[in-house]
T-cell receptor, first 109, second 115 residues
């Protein structure tokens, strides 16, 4: 049973396209996290959010707590955005994250 | 700040061998954790610690031991390596347990192969 589901699993886009990655979760949460993992393996945190919307440069994250759903958008995609994007949630109880399996994004020049 | 450091970056073991993966952080974080990442699966929690002297099991603890004698260090020990432990291992830390609104910082990972 996966507490966090992401879609799509794989995504290929042309440079400049608008990209959306979706995350649905089944538990009550205190926060949702979007992480980025580049080829070579390093994982960095992009966003933490518990409501509404956040924006960093060309990346936008939204969350709908009632629907238990979040989206990560990338505007004007670039080949350097090629990475695996991972959704994770902090449940209301306990000390553990729940992770999605990730969305592998490839942006072609 | 070096952030979260892990050693080694790569390791090959034979079945039955033991080894320790090292993890250290210099951010004075109370919460530290070990994950393994396998193809087609999300990151899975092996063990975690909410402070020096306190450790607890995660989702997949079998075959692994941890200790937390200092705030900075959180080593992961493989007692008797098995091929099923072939994986990429990540150490992470954050300011406090429960994670909630705390950003989690990840180490660069250790790629382990057990033959």
């Amino acid at each position: 049973k996966n507490e966090v589901e992401q879609s799509p699993q794989n995504l290929t886009a042309q440079e400049g396209e608008f990209i959306t990655i979706n995350c649905s979760y089944s538990v009550g949460i205190s926060a949702l996290h979007w992480l980025q993992q580049h080829p070579g393996g390093g994982i960095v945190s992009l966003f933490m959010l518990s409501s509404g919307k956040k924006k960093h440069g060309r990346l936008i994250a939204t969350i709908n707590i009632q629907e238990k759903h979040s989206s990560l958008h990338i505007t004007a995609s670039h080949p350097r955005d090629s990475a695996v994007y991972i959704c994770a949630v902090s449940p209301l109880t306990g000390n553990q994250f729940y992770f999605g399996t990730g969305t592998s994004l490839t942006v072609i020049p | 700040n070096a952030g979260v450091t892990q050693t080694p970056k790569f390791q090959v073991l034979k079945t039955g061998q033991s080894m320790t993966l090292q993890c250290a952080q210099d951010m004075n974080h109370e919460y530290m954790s070990w994950y393994r990442q396998d193809p087609g699966m999300g990151l899975r929690l092996i063990h975690y610690s909410v402070g020096a002297g306190i450790t607890d099991q995660g989702e997949v603890p079998n075959g692994y031991n941890v200790s937390r004698s200092t705030t900075e260090d959180f080593p992961l020990r493989l007692l008797s390596a098995a091929p099923s432990q072939t994986s990429v291992y990540f150490c992470a830390s954050s300011y406090s347990g429960g994670l909630s609104y705390n950003e989690q910082f990840f180490g660069p990972g250790t790629r382990l192969t057990v033959l």
